[in-house]
């Protein structure tokens, strides 16, 4: 490989971490990344100084026209989306591409949603590259002031929003395991117990499995739910589960017949108990890999 490449697939991974953030869509940000190698390609990189930085702007500056086509899309969507799950694969496997992006949980890519294109710009940069304030003026084309003020109203909204980003792994991973177990266990009552009185169920189905159209609120009606959905497993052959991790989380898969169904993960609010649970079951968004 000549210089050109050698620099642009050393920050490889770092783009489609950066653009799966920015769009919570794996396909979408290997495109955005690929249409930053054809700039690259065609730059005359002997006058760029920081080819790192470089590259993170034209990214983001190519991933925020996508994510603005992609709201509009979102808008006409059938039923809540929900942003790509990434399931923790071998390294032989594409998925080993995104180990970076990885690390973003599903529950802060959702609540990113809420977030202007430069807001959610401004905190992806900042808060998981460390970008510098002077960087983020020159990527959004604009003050160094604007920006902060972009990073602090992006941090008020995810912290309004619910989910608790600061909960420690290992407290994930408790909540998590108890409540899936109780789950595949058919014990609904000790599952409705680790929920919070107004928990949110959001589930995406797309237009192609079914779905419930709008958030589920309250322990009682998603426990209805999950409890109607497995009596219904009863009748048909093949389900299975098993947990396993997402995002760099603890995960339910559900699969019929050795393909995916369902990936479902959780949040906790600050009370310590589920606050929200996020199931995914749009074939378009789930590898069918079997088990």
Not at 43 to 55: C, K, Q, T, V
Not at 71 to 93: A, D, T
Request: charged fraction near 25%.
């Amino acid at each position: 490989m000549n210089m050109v490449t050698n620099i642009f697939e050393a920050e490889r991974k770092k783009l489609l971490s950066l653009c799966y953030r920015m769009l919570g869509e794996r396909a979408g940000a290997e495109d955005v990344v690929q249409d930053t190698w054809l700039k690259w390609a065609a730059a005359d990189i002997e006058r760029i100084d920081n080819p790192a930085a470089w590259l993170r702007r034209v990214a983001t500056n190519i991933a925020i026209d996508t994510l603005r086509s992609a709201h509009r899309q979102r808008e006409i969507y059938v039923g809540p989306w929900l942003p790509e799950p990434l399931i923790q694969s071998e390294p032989q496997e594409p998925e080993y591409h995104f180990e970076l992006a990885q690390e973003c949980e599903l529950a802060l890519l959702w609540a990113m949603e809420r977030l202007s294109e430069k807001e959610r710009a401004a905190f992806i940069l900042r808060e998981a590259f460390d970008a510098s304030y002077s960087e983020l003026a020159a990527t959004l084309g604009t003050t160094q002031g604007a920006c902060r003020q972009l990073v602090s109203r992006s941090q008020k909204k995810l912290h309004d929003s619910g989910p608790r980003f600061d909960a420690t792994p290992e407290e994930v991973a408790d909540l998590s395991q108890r409540f899936f177990m109780a789950i595949m266990a058919e014990d609904f009552d000790t599952a409705l117990s680790l929920l919070t009185p107004d928990a949110v169920a959001i589930t995406d189905g797309g237009a192609k499995k079914r779905a419930a159209r709008r958030p589920l609120c309250g322990g009682n009606e998603i426990m209805m739910v999950f409890r109607a959905l497995y009596e219904r497993a009863k009748d048909e052959p093949g389900w299975t589960s098993q947990m396993s991790m997402v995002n760099a989380k603890p995960a339910l898969l559900r699969y019929q017949s050795g393909l995916l169904d369902s990936i479902t993960t959780l949040a906790p609010d600050r009370s310590g108990k589920i606050a929200w649970i996020y199931v995914m079951r749009n074939p378009d968004k789930l590898d069918l890999v079997a088990l």
